[in-house]
């Protein structure tokens, strides 16, 4: 083992000297003990976790009013369509931040009247409806609809979901005349 070299004062280089140690007790297999480091705090988890995160279409309500959901990103620009974008989440919340951007290629005819709980506003070249509330979670699943009106442009839709502080999600759907017209 050689000396650390000492500075001009005579004082040994402690950081120096540790790391050196640190280096051949290890270098030998040996166990070193260092000084000890400061704790770092612990991230805590996500108040609600999204398990999975999907976008589709809905079918016509059946007899008892409930709606099949279809996974896919190909959207007929048919009246009446509708498509929805639903969240898996993990949470104890009660209620749950939810923020959505639909943004289409063109400015559509109309983006519909929100209902009154749903703050939504559109950017100034009408393209992009933001959508925010706070929604509970039914079962573990957050949800929400559009539909589709005569007027909706062809091209590519981008829907970006962001749940309470969490990165955004983002979808694109494809919207397009259905088949056969």
Do not use: H, N, Y
């Amino acid at each position: 083992m050689m000396p650390c070299p000492a500075p001009p004062t005579g004082r040994p280089l402690r950081g120096v000297t540790v790391a050196l140690q640190a280096l051949q007790a290890l270098a030998l297999g040996i166990g070193f003990a260092a000084a000890p480091v400061a704790a770092q705090p612990q991230a805590r988890p996500a108040a609600v976790q999204v398990l999975r995160a999907e976008v589709g279409l809905l079918s016509a309500p059946d007899t008892a009013g409930r709606q099949a959901f279809t996974p896919g990103t190909v959207l007929p620009l048919r009246d009446g369509q509708e498509f929805a974008w639903r969240l898996v989440v993990k949470t104890t919340q009660p209620f749950v931040r939810v923020r959505e951007e639909l943004t289409l290629p063109a400015e559509p005819r109309t983006w519909g009247d929100p209902e009154p709980d749903i703050q939504r506003r559109t950017t100034p070249d009408g393209r992009t409806a933001i959508t925010q509330w706070r929604l509970a979670p039914q079962d573990g699943v957050l949800q929400s609809a559009w539909t589709v009106t005569t007027g909706d442009p062809p091209g590519t839709w981008v829907l970006t979901l962001t749940v309470e502080d969490q990165p955004p999600r983002v979808f694109r759907l494809q919207a397009r005349p259905p088949a056969g017209r």
